[in-house]
């Protein structure tokens, strides 16, 4: 069965810095691209980009670029999202979701994790 | 640019729904849409503008292509009632601002 499991919920003050973990299991971790997405309370999702586990290679979405920043251990079969300087504007759900790539219409998000809600607040 | 309607919807068990989505600039059929229910992650429906995906009941189908596109659900179910996604993958990828369907 396949499963993404993201670490707990964290609770910072403005400035401080969080890593988030997505642990997968169920299959090869590094034949599928996983992606971060974070939704906003009441919002829809938005993408801050995604990262190859097989070589580490990372689009940013130009949006959170410089703000966020990915890593993976193969050894252990886990994603992370490193997120720096933080703000109140950055209290949301945090998701990590795997890639299913199709023939000829793009990847799509097949398993997701149940989400790291992350609170700044002073 | 991706935009959604409606934004929200009020609907019946067994009723034919159907949300549109578009896109500022042609993406093809790259486009998917997800579902997601209160304190949930979203989950997969439609890949390809028009693709099942596995385990996805029948009554849901999807069409389009360039920059308009269509999530149908023919006879509303009670577990249907939930927000609505699409999302494009042509242009980095990004997310409509959803819609939502209630009672």
């Known amino acids: 069965e396949v499963q993404l499991v993201q670490s707990g919920a964290e609770v910072k003050k403005p400035g401080e810095s969080l890593r988030i973990s997505c642990k997968v299991s169920?299959?090869?971790?590094?034949?599928?691209?996983i992606s971060w997405v974070r939704q906003v309370p009441g919002k829809g999702p938005e993408w801050l980009g995604r990262?190859?586990?097989?070589?580490?290679?990372?689009n940013y979405s130009p949006s959170f670029q410089g703000h966020v920043t990915f890593s993976v251990d193969k050894s252990v079969s886990t994603a992370y999202l490193h997120l720096s300087s933080l703000q109140a504007s950055d209290t949301a759900v945090y998701y990590c979701?795997?890639?299913?790539?199709?023939?000829?219409?793009?990847?799509?998000?097949?398993?997701w994790g149940r989400g790291t809600l992350v609170t700044v607040s002073s | 640019q991706m935009t959604q309607s409606p934004p929200s919807l009020s609907a019946s068990e067994g009723d034919r729904v159907t949300i549109t989505c578009r896109t500022s600039?042609?993406?093809?059929?790259?486009l998917n849409w997800y579902q997601q229910k209160a304190g949930e992650a979203p989950k997969a429906l439609i890949f390809?503008?028009?693709s099942l995906h596995s385990g996805v009941p029948s009554r849901f189908s999807g069409s389009g292509s360039g920059t308009d596109f269509t999530l149908t659900i023919s006879s509303l179910q009670p577990e249907d009632f939930a927000t609505y996604y699409c999302?494009?993958?042509?242009?980095?990828?990004?997310f409509g601002p959803g819609t939502r369907v209630d009672v």
């Open positions: 990262i190859d586990p097989i070589d580490s290679y990372i």
């Open positions: 600039q042609s993406i093809g059929t790259k």
């Open positions: 979701a795997r890639h299913r790539p199709t023939a000829q219409t793009g990847p799509y998000y097949d398993y």
């Open positions: 999302q494009q993958t042509y242009f980095d990828i990004s």
């Open positions: 169920g299959y090869s971790f590094t034949s599928h691209w």
């Open positions: 390809g503008a028009s």
